[in-house]
């Protein structure tokens, strides 16, 4: 059992910033692409950024501009750097293996870690 663990998750007030980040196994950090998810009650869920193998990042368009992917070669993590977050951000973030464009979600998932963006 391959096991993601998320955390950085938590209560900001509107316009602030939080960076998630998520342990991926040795063995699925070397396939080099991972996403990031969100679900927020009522919706799907969907994707928030992804990076492929070859560092090809995607953003959903309400993201652009304010959050960043990256991944962290010594750590073995995926990084999700979130700044200027709206209440709309508020949701249970997961990360996800592998990641491929324009493709359903990869078999292995993170237990999740809630962002709640309020004033």
């Known amino acids: 059992q391959e096991n993601l663990v998320e955390s950085g998750g938590g209560l900001v007030q509107p316009g602030g910033s939080l960076r998630l980040s998520c342990a991926v196994p040795?063995?699925?950090?070397?396939?080099?692409?991972m996403a990031w998810y969100r679900q927020t009650p009522g919706k799907e869920r969907e994707l928030v950024a992804g990076?492929?193998?070859?560092?090809?990042?995607v953003y959903h368009d309400s993201v652009r501009g304010r959050f960043t992917i990256s991944r962290d070669f010594a750590k073995h993590t995926v990084e999700l750097q979130m700044n200027d977050l709206k209440p709309e951000d508020t949701g249970v973030y997961y990360c996800?293996?592998?990641?491929?464009?324009?493709?359903?979600?990869?078999?292995?998932w993170g237990q999740g870690t809630q962002v709640s963006v309020s004033s």
């Open positions: 996800n293996v592998p990641y491929h464009i324009n493709s359903p979600p990869g078999p292995y």
């Open positions: 040795l063995n699925l950090f070397r396939v080099g692409s």
């Open positions: 990076i492929s193998a070859a560092n090809t990042l």
